[in-house]
Structures are given as C-alpha cells and as structure tokens.
C-alpha cells in the first residue's frame, strides 16, 4: 500500500475537521451528484455522502476500494467504484466533481474533465500551487490556460499546510476551483478555429507572437490590435491575458477568416 501511494504521489488528508471545513465552503448541496476521484481512506467521502444526493467513488487501488466498502457497506446514497478515472465514462449530465488528486496525474485528469462532452458544471481539486497557477496561467498564461478559459473560470480558494497530509508534500498544495462558464466564450462552432489559432500562438512560445502569427495579420492590423488590447508589439505569447488573447481572436474571426 505505502509504495503504491508513493508511485501514485498520493496524499491523503490528516483531519476530518478540515474535510468537513472543505465541504461546508463549497457550493455542493443535497441536489448535487458529486464523482469523488480517489477517495482513498474516504475522509472526504464520509462528507460528501452527508452534503450531497448521491456520490460516486472512484478508487483505481485495489486494496483502498475494499477498505471504501467495507467502511461504507451502509451509506445508501454511495456508489464505489474500482477503476481508473480516466478510463471512466460519465453519464449525468449535471454533476460536480470532488478529487484529491495523485501529483502525477493531475494533467492527465484535467485535460480529460474539460475536454468532457458534458463537462462539470464546477469541480474542486486538491493539487499541487505549482500545476494549478499554470493551469490558471498564473503569473503568466499558458497554452493550457487560454485553451480552457473560455469555458471554464479557474481560482484558488485555498492554501493548505503541509501537515494537512499524509505522507507530508515537500510541495505547496491548494484547492483548485473550476467553474463551467454559462453561457461559454466560444460559440460551438468555432471551437476548432479557436484551438487551432491559441496552438499556433503558442507555436514557437519563445519567440515573439508577431512572428507566430505573421501569416495571419499584416503588419497595420497588428500594431492597430497591440495599441487597442494593450499590449507590446514584441510581446511573446505569455505575455498576453486570456481577455486579450480573445480580442485577437476575435478580431481573426470577424474580419479576417474566411468560412
């Protein structure tokens, strides 16, 4: 069990004060269907059963889903399951996720939540600092960051301490909240166009974005979009917000674009 945590760079919460903090500051209520990713030894699971209509488990360790079962062989609003998260077809249309997440799996899980056909309408994921301020392309934005945020408002809403975990991170850690923007930035059909233009920004992220876009604006178009959107001619990709990322988009889409 220890070295299958270790491979997995699984922490597990130390207090069941702090679960019950964590649950009592979310929105999830006794309407919401919450999947919980790797519940582990089920300190938040006993929360989530107590806040929520229904919860789903999802525990891919073996031994920890038997453990799960046997904890909560009464708990009639729970369902557990022994299986690999991003394996795992959801079906609800509306539902919350909760997920204590392994380090090591974090993008992979991520990419699999927001890339969903019915995407959650918000989730709340304990990660590394590290990871979560690239996904919210904090201090500076990523690829990843200006991909998701037309569909998805990204925050911290809390720290934890080192403490608060077993085994303990030599890592900061806090709690992600994703939030399903309604209605979304980018109108359904012009999805591909939006992912296709944010890559090739980000195409060669170490040179300027003039260059990486130079077959796309002119010259006059790019200093008029520099001085509107406020930012420096020479500005490589990161150094855009998302708002203004989505003003050269849009400004593609409008006038330049043809369908």
Not at 13 to 28: D, F, G, K, R, V
Not at 34 to 57: F, N
Not at 60 to 86: A, E, P, R, S
Not at 168 to 182: A, G
């Amino acid at each position: 069990m220890q070295d299958n945590r270790k491979s997995l760079a699984q922490n597990f919460l130390t207090s069941s004060h702090l679960a019950a903090s964590m649950l009592n500051e979310s929105s999830i209520g006794l309407n919401d269907i919450v999947y919980e990713i790797g519940p582990g030894s089920g300190m938040l699971t006993k929360e989530l059963v107590k806040k929520s209509k229904k919860v789903i488990a999802i525990e891919k360790d073996h031994n920890l889903y038997t453990g799960l079962k046997q904890k909560f062989d009464c708990c009639h609003n729970l369902i557990i399951f022994n299986t690999d998260f991003l394996k795992f077809k959801i079906k609800e249309p509306y539902y919350k996720i909760f997920a204590n997440l392994p380090f090591n799996l974090t993008a992979a899980v991520i990419r699999k939540i927001i890339a969903l056909a019915n995407p959650p309408i918000e989730a709340y994921l304990i990660l590394q600092k590290e990871a979560a301020e690239k996904f919210m392309g904090v201090p500076k934005s990523t690829q990843f960051s200006v991909l998701v945020k037309p569909w998805f408002q990204l925050k911290i809403i809390r720290y934890f301490r080192n403490t608060d975990f077993y085994p303990v991170p030599n890592v900061d850690v806090v709690m992600l909240h994703l939030e399903k923007r309604m209605p979304a930035l980018i109108l359904p059909k012009d999805i591909p166009l939006y992912e296709k233009f944010v890559k090739c920004g980000f195409g060669a992220w170490r040179k300027n974005l003039k260059s990486n876009l130079g077959n796309i604006f002119s010259y006059t178009q790019w200093k008029r979009l520099a001085r509107e959107l406020g930012f420096p001619i020479h500005a490589i990709p990161s150094e855009l917000c998302f708002r203004q990322w989505l003003g050269l988009f849009e400004f593609f889409r409008k006038y330049i674009y043809k369908f």
